[in-house]
């Protein structure tokens, strides 16, 4: 199936580990122009050089903190600057810590507000006008099951993130009438570090062993394992494409059937 996603360029956030490497992997498979960002340079470098290796894709990276508004902005000026335009832009952030309420002060909400839905404000605003001169343009919110269905002690992330589905929802209404889609996917239980991270916050908080969360995840996800990054790499890129000009406004779990709600 061709996505006619050759030539597009994809602005991916969080890009040098995890999902977000999985879903530049993906669009570069499909010939589009890639800009990555990460925090950890030598990460980000390695995961450039695994995508261009492997797709031939064109590749600019750019070390950035999203949380920080001046990072934000050298990022999508270095995008425009090396390919004039972003048609495609993947939002993506580490989760915020673990925890429940008592456990977190206001300065730790500020940091999760400013990496988990600040970044995805800002981003898009950076972008969006490009993407309405054009009549063109997807944005997609890798966003967590938390927002739908909220998980033990993730407070910071049950809140934040549903924040990230409500932007998400609503200004896809605005962008409709100019050829723009914006979507959420909710990732589930996936093999990523941040799935260690919370099975070690988990163990630490309980006094168990990790292998013994990372199976309890495994047993309430009905497929009995966790997910793989380019299984949700792949609803991103179909997201992306001129295949799904029709589909906004929704968020989309990748996550086994974890999430038990009828809607």
């Known amino acids: ?29 499909e010939g ?4 990555l960002c990460a925090r ?11 995508i261009s290796t492997c797709t031939g894709a064109e590749v600019h ?9 001046e990072h934000i902005e050298l990022v999508t000026t270095e995008a425009m600057a090396k390919f004039g ?38 981003l898009t605003r950076a972008v969006l006008p490009g993407m309405r001169s054009r009549k063109w343009g997807r944005v997609i919110n890798i966003n967590s099951i938390a927002a739908k269905q909220p998980v033990d002690n993730l407070i910071l992330s049950n809140s934040i993130r549903s924040a ?16 723009i889609t914006v979507n959420s996917i909710l990732a589930g239980y996936t093999r990523t570090d941040r799935v260690e991270q919370l099975a070690n916050a988990t163990a630490a908080k309980e006094g168990i062993d990790k292998g013994d ?24 890129a179909f ?8 589909i906004t406004g929704q968020s989309i779990a990748v996550d086994g059937g974890w999430i038990k709600g009828l809607l």
Do not use: C
């Open 61 to 69: 990276t750019v070390v950035a903190d999203l949380s920080r508004q």
């Open 213 to 236: 969360v990372l199976a309890r995840f495994e047993r309430e996800i009905p497929m009995k394992r966790l997910g793989e990054p380019n299984e949700l790499a792949a609803l991103a």
């Open 85 to 122: 335009q972003v048609d495609i832009l993947v939002t993506n952030a580490g989760g915020p810590p673990a925890g429940v309420f008592e456990s977190h002060k206001w300065e730790t909400w500020e940091r999760a507000v400013n990496l988990t839905l600040r970044s995805v404000i800002e």
């Open 164 to 179: 990230v589905s409500g932007f998400s929802r609503s200004l896809a209404n605005e962008v409709a009438t100019d050829g």
């Open 1 to 29: 199936m061709d996505l006619g996603l050759r030539g597009k360029v994809a602005l991916v956030a969080a890009a040098s580990r995890g999902l977000g490497r999985a879903v530049a992997l993906e669009f570069g498979s």
């Open 239 to 246: 997201l992306g494409s001129e295949r799904a000009a029709y």
């Open 40 to 50: 950890g340079g030598d990460d980000l470098d390695s995961a450039k050089q695994f």
């Open 32 to 35: 589009a122009k890639l800009v």
